[in-house]
């Protein structure tokens, strides 16, 4: 799997953005990817690029939908290809 | 246009990675974006956010088929649909 | 609080980078900052920028002297000031 | 040399941020470290991990005394021990 971890900001709507925040994981949930809240971003597991870039799209949208004019959108996104690592065995391998 | 900064950085490929970043550079000159080499990244300029997640997915394939196991790929974006930014506007604006 | 998202790569380390990332998050855990390990970074929560500095450095000097000659660090801040945020009610806003 | 890549960002300060960008620039400037600035960064020279975070403290300090009651902080540093990159030589690397 590919893990990536994205984050979603608009500026110019406060300082609080949950709403926006909310709105943007709504269409991570939708998109069926498994998927793992943090505190500064949400990163999800999927099988390609293409899965990934689809869900930032429609996340995005929903913000500009919402009346977002200014959006800041972080992805780090981890891919190897020698072993099938997921969001949990890259959590035991450092916690082990 | 949307901003995009784009990093790409193989592991386990040694601690000089400049022969993997060139390929990947390569496939961001054959995109016809415009663009800027930074000292940390490649920015680009994009009419979608499609434009931007196709170079991204062509440079990682150059990368993976020059023998890259994995890839950190980070991507941040700066998206405002308020007026039409572009990389010399956003210099211009905090060097004035 | 600040909270701050903390990631650190060796890169010529070989594909598999968790023995690094162990000694970092040692480093991490020793420093008593409240923390949640997430699969593509570790989450911290202090009084001050200098607290997360602080960490960051040992952890960095704990990789180099693993054997890691070059480290790739990314650091995201979260400073907010209007009220006091946690790692727990940042979750909890957009969950609800 | 370490080479790091700022990025500063204030929330619920309105949708153009170029007035809190500039007076962070102001304190890299001030700091006398060798700085470039990018459409979506600004990239400086440091000798220590120290140096990098001192003028990222002073910064965040000049946007908070602007009024700026959030602000999100990037950082993204290179640090390699086995030879002396600067900002210029990683530039070369991959365009040559």
Redesign the interface.
């Known amino acids: 799997m590919i893990?990536a971890?994205i984050?979603m900001?608009p500026?110019?709507?406060?300082?609080?953005?949950?709403r926006y925040?909310?709105t943007a994981?709504e269409k991570i949930k939708e998109s069926g990817l498994n998927y793992?809240?943090?505190?500064?971003?949400t990163?999800v597991e999927a099988r390609t690029?293409?899965d990934i870039?689809s869900v930032?799209?429609k996340a995005?949208e929903a913000m500009?939908e919402l009346g977002a004019?200014?959006?800041?959108?972080?992805?780090?996104?981890?891919?190897?290809?020698?072993k099938d690592a997921t969001?949990?065995s890259?959590?035991r391998?450092?916690?082990m």
């Open positions: 893990i971890e984050t900001t500026l110019g709507k406060g300082v609080s953005v949950s925040v909310k994981l793992k809240l943090t505190p500064m971003s990163v690029l293409d870039f930032v799209k995005e500009l004019e200014r959006v800041v959108i972080d992805i780090k996104i981890d891919h190897r290809i020698d969001m949990d890259k959590i391998a450092v916690e």
